[in-house]
């Protein structure tokens, strides 16, 4: 299957309401300012059947166990077309740590140009993974595999957090570099005073 269109592009914005009927922001801000974490954005087709229920749950679960979910403070969001007063139902019944928004309008579905799985019928089980700078990195697309979609996060997390470390490194590389380099060259303005003062003596 050929990578999704939006992959290596900056996330597109919306505004839907979440399960109390309050208008959510995405990306997610907090006092006017972009909450800079990585962000694992799921659509799921309908709140209640079973898949549904068991997906939401892993990501909850993983929000609480998941090292990697943990050491990168992920922001989990889920989204389907379902009013908000039903998402706000499912989210209480299964005690849900994260927003679940309401996209009736498939608002966010056609800004991340979420299809019809299942010969139309339904709308796809996909989710996105977004690092801290608002890049889509990666998608996955697998209506009837729920249970693939918390693993899929994260090996998408771990390979963000690893590429964080790697640039990481080698700022500090730099750093130390240019330190180095100071230092050489002061030595070697020393080396030519003693020298001066030699001659000049």
Known sequence: MAPHALINKPAPEFLIPDANGQMFKFPP???????HKPIALFFYPKSGTLGRTREAAQFRDALAKNKIFKQTGVQVIGISGDPAPKQK???????????????????????????KSLFGFIDSRTTFVIDKDDVIRDSLSTTLNYGAHVEFVTKALEKLASKDEDTSSIESSSE?????????DEQIRDELGRAAYVVGA
């Open 176 to 184: 130390g570099g240019d330190a180095d380099a100071a230092g050489s």
């Open 89 to 115: 139902q499912f989210a209480e019944s299964q005690n849900l740590t994260y927003p679940v928004l309401s996209d009736e309008n498939h608002v966010a579905h056609e800004a991340f140009q979420v299809d």
């Open 29 to 35: 801000e907090k006092q006017g300012q972009r909450v």
